[in-house]
């Protein structure tokens, strides 16, 4: 995935946003790239520590990242806000009674 997000020829600070990111390394990948990133995962697992590495990634490299806990059904777009990406990698066999 990180060489295919990588071959897009994406325009500097490009809106994006990954549905079902899971740990995040694609969005970590293209945050420090300078995009603003909106990753988002309902899952549970280690998202104790995303608040800790958007922090750390964005005081540190500059990155724009934000890590939200919720379905994208949940997800809502705020004002003008868009996205110049809207990916998702590995999801589908995590959605019930997906078609």
């Known amino acids: 995935m990180i060489q295919f997000l990588s071959e897009i020829q994406l325009t500097p600070n490009s809106r994006i946003l990954e549905v079902g990111c899971g740990l995040g390394i694609a969005s970590v990948f293209l945050g420090s790239q300078g995009h603003h990133v909106v990753a988002l995962d309902p899952g549970v697992g280690e998202w104790y520590l995303y608040p800790r590495i958007a922090r750390l990634l964005n005081e540190e490299l500059g990155a724009k990242i ?7 059904e949940e997800f809502k777009v705020v004002g003008e806000e868009g996205f110049d990406l809207i990916f998702s990698n590995n999801v589908l066999e995590h959605v019930p009674n997906a078609v």
């Not at 934000?66 to 994208?72: A, H, V, W, Y």
Request: hydrophobic letters at 45%.
């Open 66 to 72: 934000r890590f939200e806990s919720i379905p994208l």
